[in-house]
């Protein structure tokens, strides 16, 4: 069992940034972030694993940091540059012992 919660977001203007967290109740192998538009399908945003390897969606290369505290059992992703096409509910994500884990969503909405 991993329990992940997901804090941060919220509403910002065009080109700012914001930051979400994530905390796990363990440390899964591999823990980041999806998100999902509206009448859209769940999309990678950023992941990273115990070994360091990490992965991200084309539309956030450049642009998003992810980042792993292993001792405090937690995640963050820095988003710079945004824009309206980043406004999504994104979710917490763990990959751990072949199974997928899920944290509660938190709304994003880039707004000029």
């Known amino acids: 069992q991993v329990d992940l919660v997901g804090t941060g977001g919220g509403l910002v203007q065009i080109g700012g940034s914001l930051r979400l967290s994530c905390a796990a109740s363990r440390n899964p192998f591999k823990m980041g972030w999806y998100r999902q538009a509206p009448n859209k399908e769940r999309e990678l945003v950023a992941t990273l694993t115990v070994d360091g390897t990490t992965e991200y969606g084309n539309s956030v290369k450049g642009r998003f940091t992810i980042s792993r505290d292993i001792d405090k059992k937690s995640a963050s992703l820095q988003m710079n540059s945004l824009k309206p096409e980043d406004t999504a509910v994104y979710y917490c994500?763990?990959?751990?012992?072949?199974?997928?884990?899920w944290g509660q969503g938190t709304q994003v909405t880039v707004s000029s």
């Open positions: 994500y763990g990959h751990h012992l072949w199974r997928d884990w």
